[in-house]
């Protein structure tokens, strides 16, 4: 079978290629269009550079919902002129309006510079300059070679090493600097670490990491260069206190000096008259300049109009530990906004005139002055119509509301009286954090979500993660549902709490309502309350009739809430009336709360101390379905429908409105760079134990789900017991210094090597450093052999470097032999198997390149197999994989290609009938429905998260073209472009493993069939078998695995010597790299090439019957020597 010798290539149009963007939001995604990427798909740079790696880190990370990234990167020079038509908008977009013909200005003369010496050190704390620069010639830093990466550093340390005086300093190279100079580089807070954030792995930044990068610094430890990080070279002058003008007199000198030594060697900066100095991301155009200074802002950090005041004076803020980070104390580091189109005086000096004007406004808040005379302004645009001026704001609302929609809506009214204008007020008045997205508008009662549903329809999809205005939410109140829960280790778990807020129909929301329905509020809830009894039973505190001594006890509780003090709140008008009508209610256990008439008629919270979270969750639902009860039996309801859940205020808290958080200790996993992106793939999101808002001070997190709307609250709390638990595992793991990159990290590496159209006559050696490497390729990877084909290339442009960069960036276990290596295409193990064939010999225990593969898919060729013992075999199963012809290989196939093996597939699996009629699933567009029932069948596979596979570009695209066929019996199943075009499985429960494979070798003979009937095949050839992405996978790429109980002969010190002897291997039940925890295990054949397929089912019935006997002589306590192999 499949032992055709023809070549068959399918052809593809370029339009099949072009990504989908639907769910993306950065300035890329924005920008491209199907005609753009038509005319500019099929151009290169002079090195080789196109159009799909410069967008692909946008393709893979469609962007933060609440902050624009801007999804693409040059990998040269020319990759601004040659991809022009895609990066102008984009550059336009990301700089405020600079537009294609505009000409950038340069001034790095700090004697242009007014004032700067002079910044109060009373409240400015240091100051900082930095930019990047790239050498001309060189590849960047997404693209770039080995040899021109070298190349770079030799560059750069040679200027460097030329500089005297205050600038005289030392290079320390990442690779093998002494442990007391990296504390000491850590101490002094210079030391870059390896990146972990998804833009710059897409982006293929981390590449041989740490090949070729390195810090220098003076020896004053005031001018810094980094040295192949995201740029070539970033350089940095920085130090205490409140003199800028020192500092940029420094970053001047330094800098003009350095380019000066590089020019000596014949070398130059990238510089154009229109982009300026031209860097790696198009963020950073122009200078690459941000001029920053620490500075102490308390109280006019406080002020609503702090943001508004920073963009009049085109400053941005952080927190002083870096982007994304947030002031705990009121210090921030302020720095300029604008990059491109300003000249580097101008940009610092925008920094130092707006960091005094801070500071005055701040010396009028500690006097006690006003400061409306001294807040810069820019004059207001004057409006011809109603709609509100939305330019500058940052909320959902502003983005969704157009002024046709306005328009439309602003005449409309709800029976109650209320106005699209009340309902947007609190996001015309609040324009948004520019690093946190508001939603920007509120419900004046129910009907406003039907009244104002085109404004509030793209505001819920926009806000709720792509939640459409056909889909129906899940409601589950039931806490049998929840699988655990009742076990967070309490060393790391301090406390659980699940809250929620309800609505009560017919009575306008708090932004509306009237004091009399306010009042009813009030009085249906404490009236339904006051009949709860048992552990339920409780107290109603007024706010407006509690003692002093209540109100002290609420707030030793934490109980209490205050009247609204945020500008959102108050716009909202929240406030009014205030305390009329509000008050807290809690149990005699203090367990069970509800809030009344704060954001919404109330609020429900359930809580305790320790890790008990399914406790916590059972007394919520029960108490809610108590008080709701009780409701109803006076006649009312909650709000609900089966569109939006039950309905709230505030368009973020509508579906379940729940939050289910717990208090954990994390101090080792929560200061890893990687923890933020580990929350965000988990579902889950972090704030301070104080609320939202604070930041944790001693590892110590509020962990709560980030969903609402879609899924129910058994969903939600589910995720949270599950992801905190794994938290918990991975804080025990770092604890005793366990890596646990490989359970973090998404990495996405490699692409094409290309030769750089502009190098120099020599060039550092390319060769990469292996010395540290356990893996295959590594092993046999010699200098020659390199140097023989590392100018190579297949057919299809897959180069050495493709093949070997996952074993490059991942050197291995210390205890397991990986393989190091990928073919990107059916010719790769021919146009390097110079390399391929060693590995190939020692991977599969001697199979040497001149050897015959065979195959044999006749089930009827197998002896036995339908008799294993059920009381030890539990389950069967038999995977392989296939690749379709003159289609890439995942590693280096073009989103055309993948959707075209998606195609070829399912078309074939359509025509399968009888036992093996089934259905399609594709990952993109699957229902949750049926997402929930492939997780419960265990049919379901996720993005790669494997380093291994990350390295080599597995994830792209993700989950384009990918997707999951079964039968109806669920005992045959398909998986389309994971790890390799197909990967096909059949299984079931028990001991006939004649049976399924009988199924097995029956279905892939009609999927073969059906696609061979459309002219095409699999690749396969005599020597190699069946080709597969990884040669681990060569010959049958089968694994004939049962799961089977061996708790006797497994604790045998034989029995890893019987495996092997017998070649056949073991993992725990939860796949690779698990371990048994009860004495089961899934064994499968060692073996994948030189042996027919039905050779190593019968190894696998064989030898596990030979294990079942042992197990039985050891459980009746005879010896088991005869049944030795």
């Given at each position: 079978m499949g032992c055709g010798?023809?070549?068959?290539?399918?052809?593809?149009?370029?339009?099949?290629?072009?990504?989908?963007?639907?769910?993306?939001?950065?300035?890329?995604?924005?920008?491209?269009?199907?005609?753009?990427?038509?005319?500019?798909?099929n151009l290169r740079t002079p090195s080789g550079y196109t159009l799909d790696m410069a967008i692909q880190t946008g393709v893979d990370n469609p962007g933060h919902p609440f902050i624009m990234t801007v999804g693409c990167v040059a990998g040269d020079e020319e990759s601004y002129d040659v991809f022009a038509d895609m990066f102008d908008p984009v550059i336009e977009k990301r700089h405020d309006g600079y537009r294609k013909t505009d000409m950038h200005k340069t001034d790095l003369n700090p004697d242009h510079l007014i004032g700067g010496d002079d910044l109060d050190e009373k409240y400015v704390l240091s100051c900082r300059v930095r930019t990047g620069r790239s050498i001309r010639g060189l590849g960047l830093p997404p693209h770039c070679t080995r040899a021109?990466?070298?190349?770079?550093?030799?560059?750069?340390?040679?200027?460097?090493?030329?500089?005297?005086?205050?600038?005289?300093?030392?290079?320390?190279?990442?690779?093998?600097?002494?442990?007391?100079?990296?504390?000491?580089?850590?101490?002094?807070?210079?030391?870059?670490?390896?990146?972990?954030s998804p833009l710059l792995l897409a982006s293929r930044m981390a590449r041989d990491w740490p090949d070729a990068r390195g810090i220098w610094h003076n020896d004053n430890k005031t001018f810094l260069v980094w040295v192949n990080e995201e740029d070539h070279t970033r350089v940095i002058s920085m130090q205490k206190g409140g003199n800028m003008k020192e500092v940029f007199t420094r970053f001047c000198n330094g800098l003009n000096k350095v380019e000066k030594a590089i020019k000596s060697k014949g070398r130059e900066f990238m510089w154009n008259k229109h982009l300026g100095y031209v860097l790696t991301c198009p963020s950073n155009l122009g200078t690459g300049l941000r001029g920053g200074v620490h500075v102490k802002l308390p109280l006019l950090s406080k002020e609503p109009r702090f943001d508004s005041i920073l963009r009049t004076l085109r400053l941005q803020k952080r927190g002083t530990g870096g982007v994304d980070t947030a002031s705990t104390d009121g210090t921030f580091d302020i720095s300029n906004l604008d990059r491109l189109g300003t000249s580097e005086v101008e940009q610092v000096q925008k920094v130092i005139d707006g960091v005094k004007a801070l500071i005055e406004i701040e010396k009028a808040l500690e006097a006690g002055k006003p400061i409306d005379g001294i807040i810069p302004r820019k004059p207001q645009k004057m409006l011809a119509s109603n709609f509100p001026d939305l330019t500058k704001h940052n909320n959902w609302m502003a983005k969704c509301l157009t002024p046709a929609v306005y328009n439309m809506l602003s005449v409309l009214k709800t029976p109650t009286g209320y106005t699209l204008d009340m309902a947007i007020q609190t996001g015309v008045d609040n324009p948004g954090h520019p690093f946190i997205m508001t939603v920007g508008c509120v419900a004046g009662d129910e009907e406003s979500y039907d009244v104002f549903a085109d404004m509030f329809d793209p505001v819920i999809e926009k806000r709720?993660?792509?939640?459409?205005?056909?889909?129906?939410?899940?409601?589950?109140?039931?806490?049998?549902?929840?699988?655990?829960?009742?076990?967070?280790?309490?060393?790391?778990?301090?406390?659980?709490?699940?809250?929620?807020?309800?609505?009560?129909?017919?009575?306008?929301?708090?932004?509306?309502?009237?004091?009399?329905?306010?009042?009813?509020?009030?009085?249906?809830?404490?009236?339904?309350l006051a009949e709860?009894?048992?552990?339920?039973?409780?107290?109603?505190?007024?706010?407006?009739?509690?003692?002093?001594?209540?109100?002290?006890?609420?707030?030793?509780?934490?109980?209490?809430?205050?009247?609204?003090?945020?500008?959102?709140?108050?716009a909202s008008r929240m406030a009014r009336d205030w305390p009329d009508a509000r008050g807290i209610w809690h149990n005699d256990n203090k367990t069970f709360l509800v809030w009344v008439n704060e954001e919404d008629h109330t609020r429900v919270i359930s809580m305790q101390k320790g890790g008990n979270m399914k406790e916590v969750f059972a007394r919520f639902c029960n108490g809610l379905n108590k008080v709701e009860s009780l409701i109803k039996s006076k006649g009312y309801e909650f709000m609900w429908n089966e569109h939006l859940g039950y309905v709230l205020t505030c368009p973020s808290n509508l579906g379940t409105g729940l939050r289910g958080g717990v208090h954990v200790k994390l101090p080792l996993l929560s200061a890893r760079d990687d923890f933020d992106s580990l929350l965000k793939a988990l579902r889950l999101q972090k704030r301070g134990t104080g609320g939202v808002d604070?930041?944790?001070?001693?590892?110590?997190?509020?962990?709560?789900?980030?969903?609402?709307?879609?899924?129910?609250?058994?969903?939600?709390?589910?995720?949270?017991?599950?992801?905190?638990?794994?938290?918990?595992?991975?804080?025990?793991?770092?604890?005793?210094?366990?890596?646990?990159?490989?359970?973090?990290?998404?990495?996405?590496?490699?692409?094409?090597?290309k030769q750089k159209g502009k190098k120099p006559a020599l060039l550092c050696d390319g060769f990469p450093d292996l010395s540290k490497h356990n893996n295959y390729m590594a092993k046999f990877l010699t200098r020659d052999v390199y140097n023989k084909l590392c100018n190579l290339k297949t057919p299809s442009g897959f180069t050495l470097d493709g093949v070997i960069q996952t074993g490059v960036d991942n050197p291995g276990h210390p205890f397991i032999f990986t393989v190091g290596c990928v073919a990107g295409d059916e010719e790769t193990y021919k146009v390097f198997a110079a390399l391929l064939d060693p590995?190939?010999?020692?991977?599969?225990?001697?199979?040497?390149?001149?050897?015959?593969?065979?195959?044999?898919?006749?089930?009827?060729?197998?002896?036995?197999?339908?008799?294993?013992?059920?009381?030890?075999?539990?389950?069967c199963r038999v995977r392989t994989g296939r690749s379709i012809r003159?289609?890439?290989?995942?590693?280096?196939?073009?989103?055309?290609?993948?959707?075209?093996?998606?195609?070829?597939?399912?078309?074939?699996?359509?025509?399968?009938?009888?036992?093996?009629?089934?259905?399609?699933?594709?990952?993109?567009?699957?229902?949750?429905?049926?997402?929930?029932?492939?997780?419960?069948?265990?049919?379901?596979?996720?993005?790669?998260?494997?380093?291994l596979l990350l390295s080599a570009r597995m994830a792209r695209d993700w989950p384009d073209a990918r997707g999951i066929w079964h039968n109806d019996a669920k005992n045959f199943l398909v998986w389309v472009n994971e790890e390799d075009h197909t990967r096909v499985i059949s299984m079931q429960q028990g001991g006939n493993m004649r049976e399924v494979f009988h199924r097995f070798c029956n279905g892939l003979k009609k999927i073969e069939d059906a696609m061979k009937a459309k002219g095409k095949e699999f690749m396969w050839d005599e020597h190699l078998g069946y080709v597969l992405t990884c040669p681990s996978n060569?010959?049958?790429?089968?694994?004939?695995?049962?799961?089977?109980?061996?708790?006797?002969?497994?604790?045998?010190?034989?029995?890893?010597?019987?495996?092997?002897?017998?070649?056949?291997?073991?993992?725990?039940?939860?796949?690779?790299?698990?371990?048994?925890?009860?004495?089961?295990?899934?064994?499968?054949?060692?073996?994948?090439?030189?042996?027919?397929?039905?050779?190593?089912?019968?190894?696998?019935?064989d030898g596990v019957k030979i294990l079942v006997e042992m197990e039985k002589k050891l459980m009746a306590g005879q010896s088991i020597d005869e049944l030795m192999p």
């Open positions: 010798a023809s070549k068959t290539t399918v052809k593809l149009v370029v339009s099949d290629n072009f990504p989908d963007f639907s769910t993306h939001n950065n300035w890329m995604a924005k920008c491209m269009t199907k005609d753009v990427y038509q005319r500019l798909s021109e990466r070298r190349e770079v550093e030799k560059v750069s340390v040679e200027a460097l090493d030329s500089l005297d005086g205050e600038f005289k300093g030392k290079y320390y190279p990442l690779s093998n600097m002494t442990a007391a100079e990296q504390d000491q580089l850590i101490d002094d807070h210079f030391l870059f670490d390896k990146p972990v709720h993660n792509g939640y459409k205005k056909t889909a129906k939410h899940k409601t589950d109140l039931n806490p049998s549902k929840l699988i655990g829960g009742d076990d967070l280790d309490e060393k790391y778990v301090l406390s659980c709490r699940v809250r929620t807020g309800r609505s009560i129909r017919g009575l306008c929301l708090p932004p509306w309502c009237s004091r009399a329905e306010r009042r009813e509020v009030e009085k249906i809830v404490t009236s339904a709860l009894d048992g552990p339920l039973a409780g107290k109603y505190y007024s706010l407006m009739t509690m003692t002093e001594a209540e109100q002290d006890q609420l707030i030793d509780d934490h109980f209490l809430f205050d009247k609204p003090v945020s500008p959102l709140l108050l604070t930041a944790s001070t001693d590892g110590t997190f509020d962990i709560s789900n980030a969903d609402r709307l879609g899924t129910s609250e058994v969903e939600q709390v589910q995720t949270v017991v599950d992801g905190v638990k794994l938290m918990v595992e991975l804080e025990k793991a770092l604890e005793i210094n366990v890596n646990v990159k490989s359970f973090i990290h998404s990495e996405k590496k490699q692409s094409k090597k590995v190939i010999e020692a991977r599969h225990n001697g199979y040497l390149k001149g050897a015959k593969h065979v195959t044999d898919l006749n089930p009827d060729n197998l002896v036995g197999g339908d008799d294993l013992d059920a009381n030890f075999v539990l389950s003159g289609l890439g290989l995942p590693p280096h196939c073009t989103r055309a290609e993948r959707r075209e093996v998606e195609k070829i597939t399912v078309d074939a699996l359509a025509t399968l009938d009888g036992p093996l009629k089934g259905k399609y699933y594709p990952l993109s567009k699957m229902t949750d429905a049926e997402q929930e029932q492939l997780i419960n069948d265990h049919f379901l596979f996720d993005k790669p998260v494997s380093p060569l010959g049958t790429g089968l694994r004939g695995g049962v799961h089977v109980k061996l708790p006797m002969v497994s604790k045998d010190a034989r029995f890893d010597g019987i495996l092997e002897k017998l070649r056949l291997q073991k993992r725990g039940t939860g796949g690779v790299d698990t371990a048994s925890t009860d004495g089961t295990f899934d064994i499968s054949n060692l073996d994948r090439i030189g042996f027919s397929e039905v050779q190593l089912v019968q190894k696998v019935i």
